[in-house]
């Protein structure tokens, strides 16, 4: 995986060579990194086996080194760190004009190009010395810069969906320091090739005096030949439920990851807008109560939704399966679960920046972990709460049994609806004898 971070500004080469990002027929030497020259992806064929793994084309898996990664974090210009129980990785290393490094165990590198102008002994890493608050993360105390561009390398992870969080801080300017008095700071972010991010500016993201924050970025394309592998091929023992618009199946990834893949009709139209709205929608949610989407894949006439496996299928299915799907939940988790349900919808009404109304908040929506954590499922038929648009907010969608009377009727707003639904779950939640 390869991040870019790339800076507008223009700078003039001295006292050190950059080839890196090269097309050479023949590699310019055989050495990964040098003091003053930077060599990263300087030879233009990857498949000649002689050439070291620095110098080709996008960087892949050194030869010694098989993909076994599947997390990478790391501390920006600082040491190594423990943040609530997460291990950001040293990142220390002084050099930074045109220059290349590596770590010992290969499995994250970084590139930097070009060198600040008129001024030869810049430091390339960072330190706080700025107003930022004290309670801030400790990864915001250091940083690194570049002049033209940084690049960093996640080597050896395994094939697999992944989510690149980048936190970001301004740590050089003092409080009585106009920051638009020094220039902008503003980038262009690529993750593998692909611009994410154009003309990112740290003042605009953060709208605070405080100068920061958190940007999240989702690489959650699948390929069908990874879903068919996941599932053995959409094996029918494989299924483990049976949607409105088409069944569900349980997968294991490369990596072990367990995934839940939807499946939908690319012939139904509401399976086209359902397909549409739930990426939509649930890609721009994160909470704990909310089924987390991990990616889809369109392929030929295949329409997939991948999300977190949920060991424990369905609230239905735990309250009213008469087979070995039932469970036998005591009073204290189905309180539990009922204050699952209240936080998740909580957080679609009122908390997360997008207002979000269900419209179809049923027991076979609501999902259970291993640890019958409830999460709210299915978001295909969800709406954006906009109040100016009240005249269609009475639009029944769903399970009918599950609308209040008024609603049947037409009268009564979408929120009220869901909160209604939400009764009927509960009364579902402490109605059935368990024999405690």
């Given at each position: 995986?390869?991040?870019?971070?790339?800076?507008?500004?223009?700078?003039?080469?001295?006292?050190?060579?950059?080839?890196?990002?090269?097309?050479?027929?023949?590699?310019?030497?055989?050495?990964?990194?040098?003091?003053?020259?930077?060599?990263?992806?300087?030879?233009?064929?990857?498949?000649?086996?002689?050439?070291?793994?620095?110098?080709?084309?996008?960087?892949?898996?050194?030869?010694?080194?098989?993909?076994?990664?599947?997390?990478?974090?790391?501390?920006?210009?600082?040491?190594?760190?423990?943040?609530?129980?997460?291990?950001?990785?040293?990142?220390?290393?002084?050099?930074?004009?045109?220059?290349?490094?590596?770590?010992?165990?290969?499995?994250?590198?970084?590139?930097?190009?070009?060198?600040?102008?008129?001024?030869?002994?810049?430091?390339?890493?960072?330190?706080?010395?700025?107003?930022?608050?004290?309670?801030?993360?400790?990864?915001?105390?250091?940083?690194?810069?570049?002049?033209?561009?940084?690049?960093?390398?996640?080597?050896?992870?395994?094939?697999?969906?992944?989510?690149?969080?980048?936190?970001?801080?301004?740590?050089?300017?003092?409080?009585?320091?106009n920051?638009?008095?020094?220039?902008?700071?503003?980038?262009?972010?690529?993750?593998?090739?692909?611009?994410?991010?154009?003309?990112?500016?740290?003042?605009?993201?953060?709208?605070?005096?405080?100068?920061?924050?958190?940007?999240?970025?989702?690489?959650?394309?699948?390929?069908?030949?990874?879903?068919?592998?996941?599932?053995?091929?959409?094996?029918?023992?494989?299924?483990?439920?049976?949607?409105?618009?088409?069944?569900?199946?349980?997968?294991?990834?490369?990596?072990?990851?367990?995934?839940?893949?939807?499946?939908?009709?690319?012939?139904?139209r509401?399976?086209?807008?359902?397909?549409?709205?739930?990426?939509?929608?649930?890609?721009?949610?994160?909470?704990?109560?909310?089924?987390?989407?991990?990616?889809?894949?369109?392929?030929?006439?295949?329409?997939?939704?991948?999300?977190?496996?949920?060991?424990?299928?369905?609230?239905?299915r735990?309250l009213?399966?008469?087979?070995e799907?039932?469970?036998?939940l005591?009073?204290?988790?189905?309180?539990?679960?009922?204050?699952?349900?209240?936080?998740?919808?909580?957080?679609l009404?009122?908390?997360?920046?997008?207002?979000?109304?269900?419209?179809?908040?049923?027991?076979?929506?609501?999902?259970?972990?291993?640890?019958?954590?409830?999460?709210?499922?299915?978001?295909?038929?969800?709406?954006?709460?906009?109040?100016?648009?009240?005249?269609?907010?009475?639009?029944?969608?769903?399970?009918?049994?599950?609308?209040?009377?008024?609603?049947?009727?037409g009268?009564?707003?979408?929120?009220?609806i869901?909160?209604?639904?939400?009764?009927?779950?509960?009364?579902?939640?402490?109605g059935?004898?368990?024999?405690?």
């Amino acid at each position: 995986m390869r991040l870019i971070l790339i800076s507008h500004s223009v700078i003039i080469l001295l006292y050190c060579s950059d080839v890196s990002y090269n097309t050479f027929s023949k590699p310019p030497l055989e050495v990964c990194a040098s003091a003053q020259v930077n060599l990263v992806s300087s030879f233009s064929y990857s498949e000649n086996e002689t050439i070291l793994w620095c110098l080709k084309k996008d960087l892949p898996c050194p030869p010694t080194h098989k993909p076994r990664y599947h997390t990478l974090r790391i501390n920006c210009g600082g040491n190594e760190i423990n943040v609530e129980g997460k291990i950001f990785e040293e990142d220390s290393d002084r050099f930074g004009k045109s220059y290349f490094s590596a770590t010992e165990k290969k499995n994250w590198a970084y590139s930097s190009t070009g060198v600040f102008t008129g001024n030869f002994q810049t430091k390339y890493v960072v330190e706080n010395t700025s107003n930022l608050s004290v309670t801030a993360p400790e990864y915001y105390q250091t940083a690194r810069i570049a002049p033209l561009s940084l690049k960093y390398y996640a080597l050896c992870l395994r094939k697999g969906n992944y989510t690149v969080r980048l936190h970001f801080a301004e740590i050089m300017y003092t409080s009585d320091q106009n920051i638009s008095s020094n220039g902008r700071r503003i980038f262009d972010i690529f993750i593998q090739g692909k611009l994410e991010r154009k003309n990112f500016n740290i003042m605009d993201k953060a709208k605070v005096v405080e100068l920061r924050g958190l940007i999240e970025l989702q690489t959650s394309y699948f390929t069908l030949q990874q879903i068919k592998a996941a599932t053995n091929n959409f094996d029918s023992a494989n299924k483990i439920g049976e949607g409105g618009f088409g069944p569900v199946y349980k997968g294991v990834m490369l990596d072990g990851t367990m995934i839940a893949v939807k499946q939908l009709s690319s012939k139904s139209r509401q399976g086209n807008r359902e397909f549409v709205n739930e990426i939509g929608m649930i890609s721009a949610l994160q909470h704990p109560n909310l089924v987390r989407l991990y990616g889809c894949c369109i392929e030929g006439n295949q329409l997939l939704l991948i999300y977190e496996y949920m060991e424990n299928n369905s609230l239905a299915r735990a309250l009213f399966d008469r087979g070995e799907h039932w469970l036998n939940l005591g009073w204290r988790k189905r309180k539990e679960i009922c204050l699952g349900i209240a936080k998740g919808l909580a957080y679609l009404h009122e908390e997360s920046r997008l207002k979000i109304v269900h419209r179809d908040i049923k027991a076979t929506n609501v999902l259970l972990d291993k640890d019958l954590n409830a999460k709210i499922s299915d978001f295909g038929l969800a709406k954006l709460d906009e109040e100016e648009y009240t005249h269609i907010s009475t639009r029944i969608a769903g399970t009918i049994f599950f609308k209040g009377l008024s609603v049947r009727r037409g009268i009564l707003p979408l929120v009220i609806i869901t909160s209604q639904e939400a009764g009927l779950i509960l009364a579902s939640v402490v109605g059935r004898v368990t024999g405690k």
